[in-house]
């Protein structure tokens, strides 16, 4: 069973996944109809190896997705902190 409180409503909603989508151009986000957050790299490139990355790191997502828009802020930060 899905836990309906991590769900915001209706515009709320909406404005958050436009905040989300401001603030980390490089992704799509979304908000699934069971209440979960998504977010997928547009692209789906990795890092280049010029930035000393291992292109194999086991971090590195192409898709993030949390219960709410807090947790998926947070995962997207994380990304953009150690893959630009």
């Known amino acids: 069973m899905t836990d309906q ?16 989508e401001r603030d980390y151009p490089a992704w799509h986000v979304w908000q699934s109809h069971a209440g979960r957050w998504w977010a997928t790299r547009l692209g789906h490139a990795r890092p280049h190896a010029s930035r000393g990355q291992d292109l ?21 930060a994380s990304q953009l902190r150690h893959f630009g």
Request: proline fraction near 8%; hydrophobic fraction near 40%; glycine fraction near 8%.
């Open 56 to 76: 194999g790191d086991p971090e590195f997502a192409t898709t993030l997705d949390a219960d709410t828009p807090a947790e998926l802020r947070q995962a997207l």
């Open 5 to 20: 409180s991590a769900t915001v409503p209706g515009t709320q909603a909406g404005d958050e996944l436009a905040r989300l």
